[in-house]
């Protein structure tokens, strides 16, 4: 980023009256691209509802996997037993490595504390018979997508249940829930992509709902998993009480797969596997953008678009995709 737009950058920040420590990560509020208050805040107060606000911004906005936060939390902390000091079913010398995508528990930057409603989420790598004992949650839609291996959830509604690869489950934590999630398998890690939403309305009635995975379902396609309860015309397998969607493909080598990102909306897209060469283009100003992405990789996606995603790993790519109404957050 150009020197003027950090300034720019700032300003904006200083504007909105929220940084009152703003002057301290200069650097890496520009890093981390946090512009999404500036757009919006230098919008002229008599802009008309239908300007488009995000027209000068970019369409895409990457989130490259190494500019993630990577905890690796003390075993302790959720109850687990020590880390053994070699065992060969093991893919990382911690039981959890955890991704975070967004501001949660050790890590708060004010740069990423949300995008829109998505609130969290967190790529996490559990490894064999270790996982988070019982824990409170209250006030979210929490969905988890399984990228591999087998989660098991036990809740204080009386669920008990496990989900192996490409399985979504989903709490509405509402009023309050307490639940443990584990990897009981004693040779396979555990993958999975926490999210967390806010929901539109607070002490909603906690709910469990789950859907086991089916390749065929997003093979070479678009699977919708998560629609809004008020989507009538969506028959997803889970319903979350918020204006958002997650979609899941994955892609063979060589195949493409586009998807209409409509005005109003943006989304954040986490390539899971594989890897992917993803173009963003707008009819309506004749613009387009490209980013590469590998395991890991994130992006932001802003529509009015079309988004084209092309297959370029080997073994092709696997795509998530949260999808929500846009807001200048
Ligand atoms: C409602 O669900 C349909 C069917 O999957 C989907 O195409 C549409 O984008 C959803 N609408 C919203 C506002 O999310």
Redesign the pocket.
Known sequence: MRAESCLVLLACICLLGRASSAAAPAADACVADSARGCATSELPASSPASAHPYATMALLRKVPADSLFVSEPDPSWFGNGPNPSSNPHWTNKNWLKSRFHFSFAEYHDRARSQFGVLRVMNDDLVQPVRGFGTHPHANMEICTYIVSGDLTHQDSMGTRETLGPRGIQFMTAGTGVRHSEFNTDDTHPLRFIQMWMVPRSRNLEPNYGSMVGDRERQHNKWA?LV??VK?T??D?PVKINQ?A?IWVTELDEGKESTFELREGRQAYILCLEGATTLTAASAASGTSAQEKLVAHDATQAFGAATLTFAATGSEGVHVLMV?MAAAPL
């Open positions: 919708h629609a809004d989507n015309s969506a997803t204006d969607n999808e």
